[in-house]
């Protein structure tokens, strides 16, 4: 199992970026997945997930702001930030939960600042 994100980068508040997890290894379609960030000093927080039926609630701090998405035929899921704020700053993962492991990607870095 392999999981890529890809995406990230230095944006000003109110700006937007997507990001990407290409994933490969398992059957994508059938699994959900999940956003987390983690910023400095802080817990790993789940931003939202996905599966082919839909997606579960978002955190409180990104409702309205961040969408999940996946592609099932590109391997891909996404999530379209917009409105970034400076609290938003923090290492993105994509995470699946495949035959009773935990898999991570190596995360994107998203920095919000002026």
Known sequence: ???VESGGGLVQPGG???????ASGFAFSDYPLSWYFQAPGK???RVARISSRGSTPYADSVKGRFTISRDNS???????MISLK?????QYYCHVRWQGNDYWGQGTQVTVSS
Do not use: I
């Open 86 to 90: 400076p609290e938003d700053t923090a």
């Open 16 to 22: 937007s970026l997507r990001l990407s997890c290409g």
């Open 74 to 80: 590109k391997n891909t899921m996404y999530l379209q």
């Open 1 to 3: 199992v392999q999981l």
């Open 43 to 45: 817990v790993r927080e």
